[in-house]
């Protein structure tokens, strides 16, 4: 289920710090392999700066709201994540470029020759859930792509 969800995305929504710790949102288009994230964004944007900053996280995808069925029920997910800034060694660089030009296109072959651009792969730790109303859940397994049903929580009482 989990899987499904995320794999009709192409890009994700980012939650950074800033340098004053404000928090500031941008996206950027993503691949996944195994339980990691990878984005590829450019030095000029400045969620790039906030991840050499700060290498903590938020990972979003959120149901569009033109095809929902109601607006207060949304499906989401959220990850929170560690990020670490890959070298550009040839062997990952290309193999990374190739599942992105794979997922979105021939323009990955223009960018992958931007020096300014870099990897980041995003490291889930903890993560959310929402696939309706009474339908929330954590995230977790070994590989962070199971949904753990929440116990004990008494929701939506008067």
Same mark, same amino acid.
């Given at each position: 289920?989990?899987?499904?969800?995320?794999?009709?995305?192409?890009?994700?929504? &980012?939650?950074?710090?800033?340098?004053?710790?404000?928090?500031?949102?941008?996206?950027?288009?993503?691949?996944?392999?195994? !339980?990691?994230?990878?984005?590829?964004?450019?030095?000029?944007?400045?969620?790039?700066?906030?991840?050499?900053?700060?290498?903590?996280? !938020?990972?979003?995808? &959120?149901?569009?709201?033109?095809?929902?069925?109601?607006?207060?029920?949304?499906?989401?997910?959220?990850?929170?994540?560690?990020?670490?800034?890959?070298?550009?060694?040839?062997?990952?660089?290309?193999?990374?470029?190739?599942?992105?030009?794979?997922?979105?296109?021939?323009?990955?072959?223009?960018?992958?020759?931007?020096?300014?651009?870099?990897?980041? *792969?995003?490291?889930?730790?903890?993560?959310?859930?929402?696939?309706?109303?009474? *339908?929330?859940?954590?995230?977790?397994?070994?590989?962070?792509? *199971?949904? &753990?049903?929440? *116990?004990?929580?008494?929701?939506?009482?008067?």
């Amino acid at each position: 289920m989990l899987k499904d969800y995320i794999d009709k995305f192409k890009s994700t929504t &980012i939650s950074t710090l800033d340098e004053n710790t404000a928090p500031f949102t941008s996206y950027a288009p993503f691949i996944k392999n195994k !339980s990691k994230y990878y984005v590829y964004i450019s030095s000029m944007a400045k969620h790039y700066h906030n991840l050499e900053l700060n290498p903590l996280a !938020s990972l979003f995808f &959120i149901e569009d709201e033109s095809l929902c069925d109601n607006i207060f029920g949304r499906k989401r997910v959220v990850l929170q994540c560690k990020v670490k800034k890959l070298k550009r060694d040839k062997e990952r660089f290309e193999s990374l470029a190739k599942q992105f030009e794979d997922k979105h296109g021939s323009t990955m072959k223009m960018l992958k020759t931007m020096k300014d651009f870099s990897f980041f *792969e995003f490291s889930p730790y903890y993560g959310e859930a929402i696939f309706g109303f009474g *339908e929330a859940y954590n995230i977790g397994g070994e590989n962070f792509d *199971e949904l &753990i049903q929440r *116990e004990n929580q008494k929701g939506h009482n008067k």
